[in-house]
């Protein structure tokens, strides 16, 4: 069964640093997300992407946050300066149409700054 | 506004009974809703949906409800497992795309 695939499962950084979390979304989807999840708390919207443009973005997403689509298959989220309120998972999502279709959803990577 | 919210944050069943789990939204122009489970570690993982036009739809186990006049969702699920513990998720899908997630309802089974 297709997934969405994400790594690195676990990072640590320190304050300030950028980290790169990566995710390689199902083949034949056209529609990929990042969301985050705050320890104990509900799944957030970040941001949406479509036709290699961002569609959408949260309040969350600011300028310390981009995202690319490199090739055909990778899909990173960077953020340039971490601080601590960072920590959180981030789930990378994908979906073959914008409408009334699922969205699949990686494993999710734990981002710890410290 | 954003809010999508369920009513209870724990729910503990015993091995084979019913479950229940409710959530309200506030966006009346929503047309389609999606439950998810998440387990400890993991991602979401979609359970079932169910579109405006609808008020009721059925899966293995699981069935969604969905009430437009007070806003209400809600997830049954039947024989419950312990296997079913996890956190659930009502998201409700906006027409950009976007999931717009509740708090969740932790599902504890009794052996």
């Known amino acids: 069964e297709p997934e969405v695939t994400q790594t690195p499962s676990h990072q640590v950084t320190q304050m300030g640093q950028e980290v790169i979390l990566r995710c390689v979304p199902i083949s034949n989807h056209l529609y990929f997300y990042w969301y985050r999840q705050i320890l104990g708390q509900k799944v957030e919207f970040l941001v949406s992407f479509y036709n290699n443009e961002i569609s959408e973005k949260s309040e969350i997403f600011d300028d310390q946050f981009s995202v690319e689509r490199p090739d055909g298959s990778n899909f990173t989220l960077k953020i340039r300066s971490t601080k601590l309120e960072d920590s959180a998972m981030y789930f990378c999502?994908?979906?073959?149409?914008?409408?009334?279709?699922?969205?699949?959803f990686g494993q999710g990577t734990r981002l710890t700054v410290v | 506004g954003e809010n999508v919210g369920l009513h209870l944050p724990t729910l503990s069943v015993q091995e084979g009974d019913n479950s229940i789990i409710n959530c309200a939204y506030s966006?009346?122009?929503?047309?389609?809703f999606i439950w998810y489970k998440q387990e400890s570690g993991k991602g979401p993982q979609f359970i079932i949906d169910i579109r405006s036009n609808m008020d009721k739809r059925q899966g293995q186990r699981v069935t969604v409800l969905l009430n437009k006049t007070v806003k209400h969702l809600s997830l049954q699920i039947a024989a419950t497992q312990p296997g079913d513990s996890a956190v659930y998720f009502c998201a409700e899908n906006r027409n950009t795309g976007k999931l717009i997630f509740g708090q969740g309802t932790t599902l504890q089974v009794k052996p």
């Open positions: 999502a994908s979906r073959p149409g914008q409408g009334d279709t699922e969205a699949f």
């Open positions: 966006n009346s122009a929503s047309d389609y």
